[in-house]
């Protein structure tokens, strides 16, 4: 008999886990649902991790400082260096929460959603575009999962 693991949600671990399922259901579909899906379980990771009464000390403080960057405290963001993680963790915290937000939008990065051309149906959102930069919204998602991921495993 394979034993199977019940998907919980009462630890940061699980939360990460669920953004890993839907990054493959993004892979899969290319669809905006699944793709905000990711954004938004990524985006309360570093939260989480926080709040744990299990996480360790070191990494309870490397969320805290990822919170700060997320927040925009004391980071300058730029959409030209989307390839750097700190970039990356800002433009998850954008995606899920610059819409909301009752300030002037001309402090934010404009983002929207992008498809390949020629347009095929159903159509794929894989592209991003944050203010004058365009970016695979995939590669951005595995990159901040794998950032994580690899936190964890050295925590």
Same mark, same amino acid.
């Given at each position: ?6 998907? +919980? $949600? /009462?630890?940061?671990?699980? !939360?990460? #886990? *669920? ?5 493959? %259901?993004?892979? @899969? ?11 938004? +379980? $990524? /985006?309360?990771?570093?939260? !989480?991790? #926080? *709040? ?5 000390? %070191?990494?309870? @403080?490397?969320a805290k400082s990822k919170i700060a960057v997320m927040k925009g405290r004391g980071f300058d963001f730029d959409e030209g260096k989307l390839i750097e993680i700190d970039h990356q963790l800002r433009l998850v915290r954008l995606f899920c929460n610059h819409s909301k937000y009752g300030d002037s939008k ?50």
């Amino acid at each position: 008999m394979r034993n199977v693991r019940i998907p +919980t $949600l /009462n630890v940061y671990s699980d !939360w990460l #886990e *669920k953004a890993k399922y839907e990054l493959a %259901r993004f892979e @899969e579909s290319c669809g905006v649902y699944d793709m905000a899906n990711c954004f938004l +379980t $990524l /985006n309360s990771i570093p939260e !989480w991790i #926080e *709040k744990s009464d299990e996480a360790p000390k %070191r990494l309870k @403080e490397l969320a805290k400082s990822k919170i700060a960057v997320m927040k925009g405290r004391g980071f300058d963001f730029d959409e030209g260096k989307l390839i750097e993680i700190d970039h990356q963790l800002r433009l998850v915290r954008l995606f899920c929460n610059h819409s909301k937000y009752g300030d002037s939008k001309e402090k934010f990065a404009h983002i929207s959603m992008g498809v390949p051309f020629p347009l095929t149906f159903p159509v794929k959102f894989e592209f991003l575009s944050v203010g004058s930069e365009s970016v695979k919204a995939l590669e951005v998602l595995q990159s901040v999962i794998n950032f994580w991921s690899s936190q964890l495993k050295n925590a």
